[in-house]
DNA sequence: TGATTGACTCGTACGGCGTACGATTAAATT
DNA sequence: AATTTAATCGTACGCCGTACGAGTCAATCA
């Protein structure tokens, strides 16, 4: 009855199904495998985007035939799954600087978060999705440890953590959608001009025209915190 | 070459073209437009979600051919577009209380933008994606002069407005796709519980089964307007 | 009036998608 | 040597968006 393979683990024989008799097709591919498929896809996402993800060119990409990838993954939606936990994993503040204070080791790890999404840009509309792998409860985990030891009450802890949730979602979302090319730059500049009758405020901060995102994020997330635990 | 119309406005001419001659098809449909079309489309995205919105089924409840509609928007995507927007309006504030606080004001628009979007959960995932129609940049007028006029320096104008923005959309995002049925949430419980070892703290503040989106929404945007805006 | 045009509708068809199903093969086990 | 298991893949099905072109009317023009 074929009971597929579905949690981790994979033994990865060394095997060869190349050409039964002729030698024609040498392809030295290495068999495949969770980690294979899950790599691939991971690249396949990065040059192509979310809608370039099929079965069939991931497979091609692979050296092997479409249904072949089906013994490895239950459906395309966990491979959606498994390519986003992997791209979110977390190691760490830089060991030399062990333990600065709390609020260093959170900006730490959500700049670590959003420029780990950023680098795979189809992973941030991903994310809210897909069910929360290992790497991202961990990173929550971190966040809700280190939030609880620098003070922040029990009763606002889950408020606390969903609101940094909800930030670095929202920003990274934004980032990685509004990522306009200059043409599309100029042709909002454009709109916005043209209506700055009815958005005079937007229009005289350059609201849509500020590109520096990292700077925003880092602020905001500076605000954030200072809602959240006032210093001292 | 049958150039397609793309922008608003419709006529309308009454026209029928039930059948040729007898009668026994006479659905009296009314004639298709770009208006019915979007409200349509929103009725069907409320009932099936983003992936049950296909041409043929929306042309069927609109008691039309598929291809008709392509008369009217050039394709699925403008579509999304077109339902999105018409799904963002805002009236502003209840008239009754005209010039509360600034604070009031703010908290009002968002709480009223959050649920515009969960009144249709397809919504959320589908804005960023989008370009920012004239519902969404009149939200954002509307917030920044209000900010500005409640004193936030200009230098920190466009921060707090994006602060506010990503905290807006992570939030209907993740609340709307975590929506769990009853079985999800237990089986998120056990999966949690099982794993403790791995994630204490946020299996001790029960951080997956906290229910109070509501309530954690409003005082997140508390916390988030205290660090914007320090109080006096 | 009859012919023409333009607005609108829709049947058919095409290429591409995810994947069910079953045949096939090679390795491991008995 | 016989059997079981792990893995691969060709074929086919149903569904999708939509290109294409033929139809149907109403309004306009000759």
Redesign the pocket.
């Given at each position: 009855m074929?009971?597929k393979?579905s949690g981790a683990g994979?033994?990865?024989?060394?095997?060869?199904?190349a050409s039964?008799q002729s030698g024609q097709e040498q392809r030295s591919e290495p068999?495949?495998?969770l980690e294979r498929i899950v790599a691939t896809a991971v690249d396949l996402l990065d040059a192509e985007g979310v809608d370039g993800?099929?079965?069939?060119?991931?497979?091609d990409r692979?050296?092997?035939?479409?249904?072949?990838?089906?013994?490895?993954v239950?459906?395309?939606?966990e491979?959606f799954d498994l390519a986003l936990d992997s791209v979110l994993e977390y190691r760490g503040p830089s060991d030399i600087v062990e333990s600065r204070d709390w609020r260093g080791e959170v900006v730490h790890m959500l700049e670590d978060w959003r420029a780990s999404m950023l680098r795979h840009p189809w992973s941030a509309s991903l994310l809210p999705r897909r069910a929360l792998g290992p790497n991202i409860l961990s990173r929550l985990e971190l966040l809700s440890k280190t939030l609880s030891g620098a003070g922040v009450a029990d009763a606002d802890l889950n408020v606390a953590i969903w609101s940094l949730w909800n930030f670095v979602l929202g920003a990274t979302i934004t980032r990685a959608n509004f990522d306009l090319s200059d043409d599309d730059r100029a042709a909002a500049q454009q709109r916005l001009t043209g209506l700055s009758q009815h958005y005079p405020t937007i229009e005289r901060s350059r609201l849509l025209l500020d590109n520096d995102w990292d700077g925003a994020f880092r602020k905001g997330l500076d605000f954030l915190l200072d809602g959240l635990a006032p210093r001292q």
């Open positions: 074929a009971a393979r994979s033994k990865g024989s060394g095997r060869r199904g039964p068999p495949l495998s993800l099929k079965m069939r060119r991931l497979a692979l050296g092997s035939g479409a249904m072949s990838l089906y013994w490895h239950g459906n395309k939606e491979v």
